[in-house]
């Protein structure tokens, strides 16, 4: 007999889905985010007499890298999946980190830029609402996989998914086939996913929230005066703070140290300097500070 699911009313179920056209829905959608990416970059680009051969030659430069930092964040927040060197280097098995590919891509990419004297500031305002975007979608992947289901829930308020009987869901998250659960089990065993009960869809929060910050630093960045570089630095205090967020409702990440993941320490670091950046900006030189640059 089906246990209940603990969210009726906003529990989203449906089988996830391994592959399109024999593509994993990561790796697919992780693409489709980088190219709508980049077109809106390259718009935003051109709009501001910037090189674009110059930035397009950065962005091939930090897809490779973003991906060798997302693998690296991967194995050092989850230690205990990996026995050897060879286990590491697989990257289809396993799988990667947001947070590190995005630092190393964008720290590779400020390399190629400063080496050719564009303003960095510059570059990084106009890149931030397109990365947000790219994120955004990207996290499509996870939700048609089911990958990064988090803790059981009975709120009203959460973006929940019920496990369907019978699924094959996400590679870490069973037990799979998805089942009811049997005895001296139930759907509050936090790291179980059982057949009935609801769990935060982590990956949905991170898309709403992405999406929702694209907007706005688009709306900032084309309305409303600013120093350069406070968009990107809002951009860092924005997802820092939703993943600080959305990443204590997930429920298999290792958690070292006081209770938090991983991705919560590098993000309650990232939201500081994101704060002391915006302070810098906006009180180093008071002509900035009253006549703001314009993106127009």
């Given at each position: 007999m089906s246990a209940p699911s603990l969210n009726p009313a906003l529990g989203i179920g449906y089988r996830p889905v391994p592959g399109v056209l024999g593509i994993s829905p990561h790796g697919l959608l992780a693409a489709v985010g980088i190219f709508v990416g980049y077109w809106v970059l390259r718009r935003l680009t051109r709009r501001n007499d910037l090189p674009w051969?110059?930035?397009?030659?950065?962005?091939?430069?930090?897809?490779?890298?973003?991906?060798?930092?997302?693998r690296a964040d991967f194995v050092l927040s989850h230690p205990g999946q990996f026995d050897s060197v060879g286990?590491?280097?697989?990257?289809?098995?396993?799988?990667?980190?947001?947070?590190?590919?995005?630092?190393?891509?964008?720290?590779?990419?400020?390399?190629?830029?400063?080496?050719?004297?564009?303003?960095?500031?510059?570059?990084?305002?106009?890149a931030a609402p397109a990365i947000a975007l790219a994120i955004g979608i990207g996290r499509v992947g996870d939700l048609l996989l089911t990958d990064h289901l988090g803790k059981p829930t009975t709120s009203a308020f959460a973006l929940a998914y019920r496990v369907p009987f019978g699924a094959d869901?996400?590679?870490?998250?069973?037990?799979?086939?998805?089942?009811?659960?049997?005895?001296?089990?139930?759907?509050?065993?936090?790291?179980?996913?059982?057949?009935?009960?609801?769990?935060?869809?982590?990956?949905?929060?991170?898309?709403?929230?992405?999406?929702?910050?694209?907007a706005f630093l688009w709306w900032l960045l084309v309305r409303r005066p600013h120093p350069e570089g406070a968009v990107f630095a809002l951009f860092v205090i924005g997802y820092a703070t939703q993943r600080l967020m959305t990443d204590?409702?997930?429920?298999?990440?290792?958690?070292?140290?006081?209770?938090?993941?991983?991705?919560?320490?590098?993000?309650?670091?990232?939201?500081?300097?994101?704060?002391?950046?915006?302070?810098?900006?906006?009180t180093r030189d008071r002509s900035l500070r009253c006549a703001p640059r314009r993106l127009t």
């Open positions: 051969a110059v930035l397009e030659r950065a962005i091939l430069w930090a897809i490779p890298a973003g991906i060798v930092g997302a286990s590491v280097l697989q990257i289809w098995n396993g799988g990667l980190a947001l947070f590190g590919g995005l630092i190393v891509a964008i720290t590779v990419a400020l390399l190629v830029l400063h080496h050719n004297h564009l303003p960095l500031r510059l570059v990084l305002d106009l869901l996400a590679p870490g998250f069973g037990p799979s086939p998805a089942r009811p659960p049997g005895v001296g089990e139930s759907c509050a065993d936090v790291g179980r996913f059982f057949a009935g009960c609801s769990y935060h869809l982590t990956p949905a929060y991170d898309l709403v929230g992405a999406l929702i910050l694209a204590a409702t997930r429920a298999v990440d290792e958690r070292p140290l006081w209770g938090m993941t991983g991705t919560q320490l590098a993000a309650f670091v990232l939201a500081l300097a994101g704060v002391a950046c915006i302070g810098w900006l906006y």
